[in-house]
């Protein structure tokens, strides 16, 4: 079975940094496009950042782009998102999700979500 | 940025209805990368439709989609009551990805 389970996510105060870690199973993970979605309380999604299979490209939301860093590590088939200055607007829940062999995919597995809340 | 403009912003139909969901993007898609996604209260989004129309693995054909250019469509064909949720459009083909506002289908 497809499995994607999030961790790492809290509470941190603004400015502060967090990590988090997906853990893959179920499938060839070097061979897919990994990326970021998040969803505000109460709003629609947004999409974060994504990660080629060989973690030789990446991608970021304007939002996000020099503040987060996303990574993969195909020997142990875990993607995560590096959170550094965070603010208030980045609380969410965090989704990681598959993509196909292209990075230009629709995201067909998705994790259960961590949640992130940034907060004095 | 393609921004993608998703109506109605809620639906009300009965169960055994049809439903018709619209996303409108900003900029014309060559190539068709537009999905859906349905999701629940407490729940990760799952992929409905891809590439405009392709049905995702294990996604009833009462689910369908279509359109090209920048007008695409979602629809329904006969409403379950485990139908009733958010659905989300999402062009992948740009960067930024971006998704629609959502439309929330409720029961009438």
């Known amino acids: 079975e497809v499995q994607l389970l999030e961790s790492g996510g809290g509470l941190v105060q603004p400015g502060g940094s967090l990590r988090l870690s997906c853990a893959a199973s179920g499938f060839t993970f070097n061979t897919y496009a990994m990326s970021w979605v998040r969803q505000a309380p109460g709003k629609g999604l947004e999409w974060v950042s994504s990660i080629s299979a060989t973690g030789g490209s990446t991608y970021y939301a304007d939002s996000v782009r020099g503040r987060f860093t996303i990574s993969r590590d195909n020997s142990e088939n875990t993607l995560s998102l590096q959170m550094n200055s965070l603010r208030a607007e980045d609380t969410a829940v965090y989704y990681c999700?598959?993509?196909?062999?292209?990075?230009?995919?629709?995201?067909?597995?998705w994790g259960k979500g961590t949640t992130v809340t940034v907060s004095s | 940025e393609v921004v993608l403009t998703q109506s109605p912003g809620t639906l009300s139909l009965s169960p055994g209805e049809r439903a018709t969901l619209s996303c409108r993007a900003s900029q014309s898609l060559s190539s068709n990368y537009i999905a859906w996604y349905q999701q629940k209260p407490g729940q990760a989004p799952r992929l409905l439709i891809y590439?405009?129309?392709s049905r995702a693995t294990g996604i009833p054909d009462r689910f369908s989609g279509s359109g090209s250019g920048t007008d695409f469509t979602l629809t329904i064909s006969r409403l379950e009551p485990e139908d009733f949720a958010v659905y989300y459009c999402q062009q992948y083909g740009r960067s930024p990805r971006t998704f629609g506002q959502g439309t929330k289908l409720e029961i009438k």
């Open positions: 590439g405009a129309s």
């Open positions: 999700a598959k993509g196909r062999v292209i990075v230009q995919s629709p995201y067909d597995v």
